[in-house]
């Protein structure tokens, strides 16, 4: 006999609309472990505002630096940076000296 929709026993598998039980334990479970997990939210709970943020928010990804020339840029940059930082700090101090003369 070949497989078909005329070959088939007539009252095969479950019944239309039916659930398996554990899905509808754990459907309870979960409501129930939901409601527990925002009463702690709201109680201020640290662990469970950890887990939520966990779970709802993505990591941080470490960056990583490519070569050591980006490496040397970088350090050059910030040499200016704080050149500029302490020629600015010279300046303000002077004009500070020479408004209290």
């Given amino acids: 006999m070949k497989f078909s929709h005329m070959n088939q026993p007539p009252n095969r598998g ?26 702690a939210v709201t109680a201020a709970e640290q662990w ?32 200016h940076l704080k050149a500029k930082e302490v020629s600015e700090f010279e300046e303000r101090l002077e004009a500070l000296e020479r408004a209290s003369k």
């Avoid at 479950?14 to 527990?36: M, P, Q």
């Fill in 14 to 39: 479950r019944k239309v609309g039916s659930r398996n039980k554990r899905s509808v334990i754990s459907e309870d479970l979960h409501t129930e472990a939901l409601a527990k997990l925002t009463e």
């Fill in 48 to 79: 469970a505002i950890v887990e939520v943020l966990a779970r709802t928010s993505p990591k941080l990804k470490p960056t990583a630096i490519g070569s050591e020339q980006d490496l040397l840029i970088a350090q050059v940059e910030l040499t």
